[in-house]
């Protein structure tokens, strides 16, 4: 029909437990509103390339759509790829308009993280000024929950599932010998902590985030306290972890492996804190380490995903369709807790360019005084969207 609307819908940066609820949500509105649908296969990189695909043909079937809500990763395959300004490349924008417009596209959403909210922004940006009437609109994920503007974003609840209960596992398994010994759980965010701070829902001895600076000898003389009490100590890492001087803990590992950066000058592998903790309370405590990365099935354990997670994504998805047929552009979708018990939450729209390449820290008041643990209030915060009651284990008095 040539009033047909036409929805654009890409998955860009690091993929998550939820995303797909997200894209599900996006094609679920879209359909409902008599839109045809289209996917960008890899991100903005990959449509620059010619690649799309008609979702409306493929997820007809609502059990098709239920499948993809809980299917781990992108479903449409991703991409890191900064969008140049206009100023210096406006021919990258005028060959993705050209697409747009080949496609009749009056909406775009992207589902993604800080580097994604960017590429709205620079796309409502450039259509505003050029005075086109189509839409563009953010749907957030990340399971580092660091963007600004959300209560929290869709992927955290999963990963921070995941995170706390591998850490009462791996708890179990360090504590089979009548030896002392340390183990340092390695967990993602980069420039925030608020993923590791799931650790602390395990009840670990010690939780290091980058929010608060690492003072290698106050974590060393913590440790030799908790030994001269006990068998087995557990350190919930953060990979961003940071010196009192700003330097990565990991840094030096990832430069000596050879580690490069990515399109957004993040380095492309960080991971290392874990292992030089290890390394570092072996030489001087002369005890047991064992360094434990969660690495990438923080983001892909879809089988202890959060239902809570999960329907927030869906509902998401959903409002940014809505919002951008009902005329907004160059928002991003967001959650607005109103309650925390009973917890509940709401969608509403914020400005995209009050979120593009800003990071939400963890509160510093809700880290302890000694930088090696969280508060009560950030449990609060946690325990609804990781929708997680640990099972019951058996103990040895």
């Not at 094609?27 to 990189?45: E, F, P």
């Not at 490349?89 to 417009?101: G, I, K, M, N, P």
Request: aromatic fraction near 6%; charged fraction near 25%; hydrophobic fraction near 45%.
């Amino acid at each position: 029909m040539a009033d047909e609307k036409c929805v654009l819908v890409g998955q860009s940066g690091g993929p998550t437990a939820a995303i797909n609820a997200s894209l599900a949500g996006v094609i679920s509105a879209g359909m409902d509103a008599g839109a045809r649908v289209v996917g960008m296969r890899y991100g903005i990189q990959g449509f620059l390339g010619g690649r799309s695909v008609e979702l409306s043909r493929s997820f007809g079937d609502p059990r098709d759509l239920e499948l993809l809500r809980n299917t781990p990763s992108s479903w449409l395959g991703s991409c890191r790829y900064k969008l140049p300004d206009p100023a210096d490349d406006e021919a990258t924008y005028q060959r993705l308009f050209d697409r747009f417009r080949e496609l009749g596209a009056d909406a775009v959403l992207y589902i993604g993280g800080n580097d994604s909210m960017d590429t709205i922004a620079k796309l409502g940006a450039y259509g505003r000024e050029y005075g086109s009437d189509i839409r563009f609109i953010g749907v957030p994920k990340t399971i580092d929950n660091d963007l600004v503007q959300t209560d929290h974003t869709p992927g955290y609840g999963s990963a921070a599932r995941f995170v706390a209960t591998a850490m009462r596992e791996i708890a179990c398994d360090a504590n089979v010998y009548d030896l002392k010994s340390v183990t340092f759980v390695e967990i993602m965010g980069r420039d925030a902590g608020w993923l590791a701070a799931a650790s602390a829902l395990a009840n670990p001895d010690i939780v290091l985030l980058p929010e608060a600076p690492l003072d290698e000898a106050a974590l060393l003389a913590r440790i030799s306290e908790l030994l001269a009490q006990k068998n087995t100590v557990m350190v919930g890492v953060s990979e961003g972890v940071r010196t009192p001087d700003g330097r990565l803990v990991c840094e030096a590992a990832a430069i000596a492996e050879g580690v490069g950066v990515d399109e957004f000058g993040h380095l492309a592998t960080l991971s290392g804190a874990a292992r030089y903790l290890a390394a570092l309370a072996k030489e001087r405590l002369h005890c047991k380490t064992r360094a434990v990365e969660l690495s990438t099935l923080q983001r892909c354990a879809s089988y202890v995903a959060s239902e809570v997670d999960l329907d927030e994504a869906f509902e998401l998805g959903r409002a940014g369709v809505r919002a951008a047929l009902a005329g907004e552009t160059t928002k991003m979708c967001a959650l607005e807790r109103v309650s925390d018990d009973p917890y509940e939450v709401r969608t509403r729209l914020v400005d995209v360019l009050s979120v593009a390449n800003q990071v939400k820290h963890v509160p510093r008041t809700w880290i302890t005084e000694d930088g090696m643990g969280v508060t009560d209030e950030l449990l609060a915060y946690m325990r609804p969207l990781v929708d997680w009651i640990p099972i019951e284990l058996a103990s040895l008095d």
